[in-house]
């Protein structure tokens, strides 16, 4: 045998040692994983065993995938801009002439709103959607006001589904008592619950199923790619078609300008019939503070959402181009229910795996499996993308687009925003408020009341700043008080593309 043979055979042999030992790694991983989770099952009883059995099974196949996989999800060279056919403009969808039937398509309808995040990042208590926003009206009035306003102007039964996670259910329970006399039939279930893993034994951190005091770190609701899986299990996706519904508008309840949209609705169930549409990802152009979000690429001739977590190291300033991917998905899905239903039973759903790494309070450092709603798109048949305006991404996640939405920017109609046709340009200005603003309470206190901001371009605010009444701020607005100082910006102020520093005190006489 020649050298250069030998040496081939020795190194394929040393290969598939390898691939042989991974495989006996992998697997012992999985047993040990399957035999601590059978060991938590037995700290629980009746209900909750049951509920925990269909979670961990859930979970069980996300680890087996999370351990087979080698490598990107994706190889760069094949993915392609979307075929022109397969994002459709807005404006021509709006075009359209809304027809007398329009009544019997939101019959068929259910609004699904995403509700398992808790205000933590904006210092409040509980669930996210109780955060009052507009008027003393929080996330959930506000959405509930807007399916109360359809379900009266049209004498429809559109339903609102909240998905809860188990660290917003029991209080969001308690608050939709409230609503007990609305015209909406108000519905719940529950996203899965899974056990955090730690990094270094790929075991469970969790000693039982408690998720209350000094349990509650050790477990996670999965991302929201799990609605498939919760919906279906929760018993509500097979009553809600039973009952004659056709489709879900499922978005984030923190995004403000998610209301049903007519036109969409109508676009959605007018395809052809042997090309009946079972999935829309709305979608909006790109500005260069979206360069982190999902797009619709075309890949394997299929409609796929890639997320930056998938994209190879060396082409991540490539996918941030706007002038390459021009569109982010706003998280607005319409979706099929037959569809979802057909996909989970035949276990096709396939999306990837958003690996979230985390570090407890004590140090530990476990990581996550997660999935988002988007990436099972290309499961779906005939999916489509469909390009609409800037107003209907309106997500309120930090104090300054909080501000935004409390200002005379936008008006308040039927628990929807628009914005004020005083202002003379459609987009919003750019707001950047300072750490002293984080938390809502600390907002408030702030302002005494909302600037008027319908000339404002860009505010930036960072330090000790308080605003009097009936401030205004025009063009650029910039407000800096240094370590130290405060700045009091005084009653009935107008500030015109001004740089404020330094210290003004305005002190009672």
Not at 137 to 145: A, E, G, I, Y
Request: charged residues 25%; contains cysteine; neutral net charge.
């Amino acid at each position: 045998m020649s050298i250069v043979t030998r040496a081939g055979l020795l190194l394929y042999l040393s290969k598939a040692g390898m691939a042989e030992f991974q495989e006996k790694l992998r697997l012992q991983h999985e047993t040990s994983m399957h035999k601590e989770l059978e060991k938590l099952l037995t700290t629980a009883k009746g209900a909750e065993q049951e509920i925990s059995k269909k979670d961990f099974e859930g979970f069980k196949n996300l680890f087996h995938r999370f351990l087979q996989v080698k490598g990107p999800s994706v190889k760069w060279d094949k993915i392609h801009k979307p075929p022109e056919d397969l994002i459709h403009p807005y404006d021509k969808i709006k075009a359209q002439v809304l027809p007398d039937s329009v009544a019997a398509s939101l019959n068929k309808l259910v609004v699904v709103k995403l509700n398992g995040g808790l205000g933590t990042s904006m210092g409040c208590k509980g669930p996210k959607s109780v955060i009052s926003v507009r008027n003393e009206n929080t996330f959930l009035d506000l959405t509930v006001h807007q399916i109360e306003h359809l379900n009266k102007t049209f004498n429809v039964d559109v339903p609102l589904v909240l998905m809860n996670s188990f660290n917003t259910d029991e209080d969001t329970k308690k608050i939709l008592q409230k609503y007990t006399h609305h015209r909406v039939h108000i519905h719940t279930f529950n996203q899965s619950r899974y056990p955090r893993i730690n990094k270094e034994s790929l075991l469970p951190v969790a000693k039982d199923l408690g998720v209350h005091g000094d349990h509650g770190d050790a477990w996670y609701p999965p991302g929201h790619g799990d609605i498939y899986a919760s919906f279906y299990n929760s018993g509500l996706l097979d009553q809600l078609i039973t009952a004659g519904k056709e489709y879900i508008f499922v978005s984030n309840i923190d995004n403000l300008g998610a209301t049903v949209d007519l036109f969409i609705l109508n676009h959605l169930m007018t395809q052809p019939k042997d090309k009946r549409c079972e999935f829309i990802m709305e979608v909006t152009d790109k500005t260069r503070a979206d360069v982190k979000g999902g797009t619709l690429i075309q890949y394997d001739d299929k409609l796929r959402l890639l997320e930056i977590a998938q994209v190879p190291k060396a082409h991540v300033d490539e996918f941030k181009s706007v002038t390459k991917f021009k569109i982010f998905n706003t998280n607005n899905l319409w979706i099929s229910l037959a569809a979802i239903k057909r996909l989970h039973e035949q276990n096709a759903m396939d999306m990837e795996i958003i690996v979230n790494p985390k570090t407890l309070d004590g140090g530990l450092n476990v990581i996550q499996l997660e999935t988002a709603v988007g990436a099972a798109i290309k499961a779906f048949d005939n999916a489509l993308g469909v390009n609409v305006p800037r107003s209907r991404f309106l997500p309120v996640k930090t104090s300054s687009d909080l501000l935004l939405v409390m200002s005379n920017l936008y008006s308040l109609d039927a628990g929807s925003l628009t914005m004020s046709k005083k202002r003379e340009f459609p987009s919003t200005p750019h707001v950047k408020l300072g750490s002293s603003f984080t938390k809502v309470h600390d907002f408030l206190m702030r302002f005494e009341s909302i600037p008027d901001m319908l000339e404002l371009d860009h505010l930036t605010v960072s330090g000790d700043v308080t605003f009097g009444k009936n401030v205004s701020l025009k063009g650029t607005v910039i407000i800096i008080a240094n370590h130290g100082d405060r700045i009091d910006i005084p009653a009935g102020a107008v500030l015109e593309n001004k740089i404020v520093s330094g210290n003004l005190r305005i002190l009672d006489h």
